[in-house]
């Protein structure tokens, strides 16, 4: 007589446990809404954008 063996069954897919750092799972949040961020800009930076805006303006390149 042989041995009846039972079929197996599929694997259940088991999701992986949320990480508990805080910080792992704001960046695994992150990878996977695949949003970078807002890039910020340094003081200088943002200093010469307005006064370049402003010497902008002053020659009459902006129209408000």
Do not use: C, I, Y
């Amino acid at each position: 007589m042989t041995p009846r063996f039972r079929p197996r069954q599929p694997q259940a897919k088991v999701p992986a446990p949320a990480p508990r750092n805080a910080v792992a799972r704001a960046l695994a949040g992150r990878r996977a809404s695949n949003a970078a961020g807002k890039h910020l800009r340094s003081t200088a930076a943002q200093r010469r954008a307005e006064r370049v805006a402003l010497e902008k303006r002053l020659k009459g390149g902006l129209e408000d």
